[in-house]
């Protein structure tokens, strides 16, 4: 059936480490988005895609990367220069046009321990 | 000044009342403006969108849009408990050099009061 993949549901990451976060898609979506949540606060992008191999920052890219080298595909890192990764990361994705609404992935839970 | 804000509440009402929630934004060429409900713990879910202005309608949910006052709100008619939850107000803010970033208010947390 269709829809995002996000894996895993709960990380956790020593200090110190890298982490990729998995986001997958089979709806055939062109743009792609990566969100981070904080509790009680509301969605923060931190990377989006609209085409395959390009991609632009967010609002909070720092500490983070990301590629896109297939269109179903939109894999996050949190890497160590990241200080504070403790939150809930929310993939999406959507038509390109601009238009058409987005769908979330269940969301991966990462803490660093 | 944010691109999207909401009121954070709580924004409580009784049961059977019509719960309103707003959001501004700060971009004029903004032309897609979405209305997400996420549960605690869980994602966001699309309720609605709308593109021109005026009212849309869907079941027991009415989407507001006002380009001129730059704002958007969501109308929830015989609230009932289980639409206790966070309403995300989403808009798409195209970009030059390419991309539509769609940007977030802070959400607004009701509560449906038996």
């Known amino acids: 059936d269709g829809g995002i993949t996000q894996s895993p549901k709960y990380l956790f990451r020593k200090e110190g480490q890298n982490v990729t976060l998995s986001c997958e898609q089979n709806l055939n979506h062109d743009a792609m988005y990566w969100y981070r949540q904080d509790p009680g606060q509301g969605l923060r992008l931190i990377y989006y895609s609209q085409i395959v191999n390009d991609f632009q920052k967010g609002d909070i890219a720092e500490g983070y990367s990301v590629s896109r080298e297939k269109k179903e595909s939109f894999p996050l890192t949190v890497t160590s220069a990241q200080k504070n990764p403790t939150a809930f990361y929310l993939c999406?994705?959507?038509?390109?046009?601009?238009?058409?609404?987005?769908?979330f992935g269940q969301g991966t839970r990462l803490t660093v321990v | 000044q944010k691109e999207v804000e909401q009121n954070s509440g709580p924004l409580s009402v009784p049961e059977g009342a019509i719960a309103s929630l707003n959001c501004t934004y700060s971009?004029?060429?903004?032309?897609?403006f979405f209305w997400y409900r996420q549960y605690s713990g869980k994602s966001p879910e699309l309720i609605m969108s709308i593109y021109s202005n005026g009212d849309k309608e869907d079941g027991r949910f009415t989407a507001q849009l006002n380009k001129a006052s730059q704002y958007v709100s969501l109308l929830i008619r015989d609230s009932q408990p289980s639409d206790s939850a966070t309403y995300l107000c989403?808009?798409?803010?195209?970009?030059?050099?390419?991309?539509?970033?769609?940007?977030f208010g802070t959400g607004t947390q009701l509560k449906v009061e038996l």
């Open positions: 989403a808009v798409i803010l195209p970009r030059l050099g390419g991309g539509n970033k769609l940007t």
């Open positions: 971009d004029r060429v903004s032309q897609s």
């Open positions: 999406a994705s959507s038509l390109a046009d601009r238009n058409t609404e987005a769908f």
